[in-house]
């Protein structure tokens, strides 16, 4: 299981015009579940995110994580992160997991998140999404278990 988790300040996610999900600031995190990936995994990976200290304290060195500053998390499955482009310029996928089984880790992942007394959004998993995202720092953190 991969994790790109960037810090963002106003963010939208629209599929087909219509808005699906907004936060106002905190974290924008792209999952993407491999062939095999485990509950276990996605808790893993969800305690980090919501424990990850990359938000400013008072003397402006990142010591605050997503729940200290009172952000919120747009959680969005990203099966591309499994994308192996080493032979040729066409990305394989045969890594990332078949998308009923992934289907069920994203979500068990947004109910793990919430547990850590997280607020979470979500993507459409297997829609086509349109993000726009006011990247800040920009800080941008990769994280696989």
């Given at each position: 299981?991969?994790?790109?988790?960037q810090?963002?300040?106003?963010?939208?996610?629209?599929?087909?015009?219509?808005?699906?999900?907004?936060?106002?600031?905190?974290?924008?995190?792209?999952?993407?579940?491999?062939?095999?990936?485990?509950?276990?995994?996605?808790?893993?990976?969800?305690?980090?995110?919501?424990?990850?200290?990359?938000?400013?304290?008072?003397?402006?060195?990142?010591?605050?994580?997503?729940?200290?500053v009172?952000?919120?998390?747009?959680?969005?499955?990203?099966?591309?992160?499994y994308?192996?482009?080493s032979h040729?310029?066409?990305?394989?996928?045969?890594?990332?997991?078949?998308?009923?089984?992934?289907?069920a880790?994203?979500?068990?992942?947004?109910?793990s998140?919430?547990?850590?007394?997280?607020?979470?959004?979500?993507?459409?998993?297997?829609?086509?999404?349109?993000?726009?995202q006011?990247?800040?720092?920009?800080?941008?953190?990769?994280?696989?278990?």
């Amino acid at each position: 299981m991969k994790a790109v988790v960037q810090r963002v300040r106003r963010t939208t996610l629209t599929v087909e015009g219509e808005l699906i999900s907004e936060i106002p600031f905190g974290l924008v995190v792209f999952l993407g579940v491999k062939v095999g990936d485990e509950e276990p995994s996605a808790d893993y990976l969800m305690k980090k995110v919501a424990n990850l200290r990359i938000f400013e304290d008072e003397n402006g060195k990142m010591n605050l994580s997503v729940k200290d500053v009172g952000g919120e998390v747009l959680l969005v499955s990203q099966f591309t992160l499994y994308g192996d482009a080493s032979h040729g310029n066409r990305p394989s996928f045969t890594l990332a997991e078949r998308p009923e089984r992934a289907n069920a880790l994203y979500e068990y992942a947004v109910e793990s998140l919430k547990s850590h007394g997280v607020t979470v959004k979500k993507g459409v998993f297997g829609g086509d999404m349109k993000i726009k995202q006011y990247n800040d720092g920009p800080v941008t953190i990769l994280l696989e278990v």
